[in-house]
């Protein structure tokens, strides 16, 4: 199973004792026979759903909140620290389940899922990734373990670390890690990045990074994850044309990383601290106190005036659109 990268390792209770009673993996429905038998089925749902930690059964992190993400969509979270944009990713990773209301995925409720299933529908690049004990080419191949040698360079490629992957002292074969080459923040999260690439899953998770990062590697970053963002469909579902004006690196090497397979359309949640990726969503979500207070696109909510129009002009003064 693959295990994904979060602030917390494992299912909650809950969750466990949950996956206990699960649908097996193949009576759940694949995303692709989901949106063609139900098509305005969202692929993410919440009605009505609340959540609070255990240690806090008195602090709800999401409260009373109802949502519909339609495949394709990208969509960004946006709001003060500790608004529940976290915990959102939370929920949807199954670390733990609602104590009220329903996730549901493909109009499946997130409980009858078996954990391993639902995982393999989700990508996520974590703010602070993780990089194994093994080598690069291995820490890139976790994404998708039966990925070839080229598959894995054109996810680097894309993910713009190929070029310091090159550069290590036995290049893709570099050992990485506590007993190995250790990479600076940027690297790590685009070796993330080209994981995530490479599973290629229908739902992608990321956190963009707050954390200073040197002005080389940020700029790596900010590229890599456009071109995530950008490639909304593998080239072979036919929806190019979608793809926004920063997917030329991926588009050329989407085709090597996803090995042909034709996908549903992606749908992206990001945790957006840039202006960049908030004027390309879609929809942004603007959190607070647990619950979801406004939404639309940047130039709608700038123009509401509200909470985003305030956070707009703290957050992203200084930021230039890519
Ligand atoms: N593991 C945890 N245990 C208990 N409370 C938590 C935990 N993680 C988050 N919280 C609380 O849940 C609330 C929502 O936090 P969350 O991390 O989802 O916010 P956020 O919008 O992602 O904030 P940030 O932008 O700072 O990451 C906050 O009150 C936070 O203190």
């Known amino acids: 199973m693959a295990a994904p990268e979060g602030r917390e390792q494992g299912p909650g209770r809950d969750a466990r004792a949950a996956e206990s009673q699960a649908t097996i993996g193949s ?7 989901s949106n063609r038998e139900h098509g305005d089925t969202p692929v993410i749902e919440l009605r009505d759903l609340s959540y609070h930690y255990p240690s806090r059964p008195l602090a709800p992190s ?15 979270l946006v709001g003060p620290s500790g608004a529940g944009k976290s ?7 199954r670390f ?7 996730l549901l995925l493909w109009g499946q409720d997130a409980r009858e899922w078996s954990l391993e299933a639902l995982r393999e529908q989700m ?8 990089v194994f004990s093994a080598t690069a080419a291995d820490n890139i191949r976790y994404g998708r373990p039966a990925a070839s040698d080229a598959e894995v360079r054109a996810a680097a490629r894309a993910a713009f670390a190929d070029d310091f992957l090159q550069a290590l002292p036995q290049g893709y074969d570099t050992h ?27 739902i992608l998770l990321l956190d963009e990074a707050t954390s200073a990062l040197d002005a080389e590697s940020e700029r790596m970053v900010q590229a890599a994850l456009d071109a995530t963002v950008a490639q909304r469909q ?33 749908t992206t949640l990001v945790i957006a601290h840039r202006l960049a990726t908030v004027q ?43």
């Open 123 to 130: 990508a996520i690049v974590p703010q602070d990734a993780t």
């Open 280 to 322: 390309r969503a879609d929809r942004i979500l603007v959190f607070e106190h647990g619950r979801v207070v406004e939404q639309g696109t940047h130039e709608s909510l700038l123009a509401h005036g509200q909470l985003y129009a305030r956070l707009a002009a703290l957050q992203f003064t200084g930021l230039s659109p890519a």
């Open 27 to 33: 009576m759940v429905p694949s995303p692709m026979n």
């Open 96 to 102: 733990d389940d609602p104590q009220q209301g329903e």
């Open 176 to 202: 990485l890690g506590e007993h190995g080459v250790r990479l600076s923040g940027g690297q790590r999260q685009r070796i993330a990045i080209a994981r995530a690439l490479l599973k290629n899953a229908p």
């Open 234 to 266: 593998s080239p072979l579902s036919g929806a190019s044309a979608e793809r926004g004006a920063g997917a030329a690196p991926i588009e050329r090497d989407a085709g090597a990383v996803t090995g042909g397979a034709a996908q549903p359309p992606r």
């Open 87 to 93: 915990t959102l990713f939370h929920l949807l990773q």
């Open 62 to 76: 999401l409260d009373a909140v109802n949502l519909r993400i339609r495949a394709g969509e990208t969509v960004a």
